[in-house]
């Protein structure tokens, strides 16, 4: 029974102890110094972040477009589609000219950027685009799709063509010529035709 009482003691002062030992000391002056409530939950400073891959499924995504509606990227499936990312709206009006050219083709042309959706509506009317552009205000979108610069917190340009099965079939980074992007869609077309 002694055993059992020292063998007792023995856990109990180990466990208060080590207790003490993680516990913060406070200062001299007797106040406890103010600890952030998030530190120690794991994902309170996580961002989502990634890229895609030619041959795998475009993310998904719902952003409110300039026209006030939601388009859900999924809900084009069937449709060849054009993403256009930039950092903002005024980067989407020297691409209207590659429009018509996108349509014969056959392919849904669609801008995401960082603005609020009662912006674009009002530069999408005066600027006369002739596609949807996407509210992405947060950057999430644009991260998901790795065209994110979180160090300067802008959207990166960048073109991401997806064929009707909703598959990735072109993927790139950095601003272009709108005859080139189109010349690269074309090709992009002929080169993967879409899964059945």
């Known amino acids: 029974m002694k055993a059992l009482v020292l063998i007792g003691l023995g856990l109990a002062c180990a466990c208060s102890l080590a207790l003490a030992q993680e516990r913060p000391k406070t200062p001299a002056g007797g106040r406890t110094p103010p600890t952030d409530v998030n530190a120690n939950l794991p994902f309170t400073r996580l961002r989502v972040s990634g890229h895609v891959s030619v041959g795998e499924s475009a993310p998904d995504f719902a952003l409110t477009s300039s026209t006030g509606r939601e388009v859900v990227l999924s809900r084009l499936r069937g449709d060849w589609v054009l993403l256009c990312f930039a950092a903002g709206r005024a980067e ?9 050219d996108l349509v014969e083709m056959g392919v849904r042309m669609i801008g995401i950027c960082k603005d609020k959706p009662q912006t674009l509506r009002p530069f999408v009317q005066r600027e006369g685009i002739p596609f949807e552009i996407l509210a992405d205000m947060t950057g999430e979108v644009s991260e998901i799709y790795g065209l994110y610069d979180s160090g300067t917190s802008l959207a990166q340009p960048g073109f991401v063509v997806v064929d009707r099965a909703g598959i990735v079939r072109l993927a790139l980074q950095g601003a272009a010529p709108a ?6 869609t074309r090709y992009t077309m002929t080169g993967f035709p879409a899964r059945p």
């Open 92 to 100: 989407f009006a020297g691409l209207d000219s590659m429009a018509a």
């Open 179 to 184: 005859d080139q992007i189109v010349g690269l």
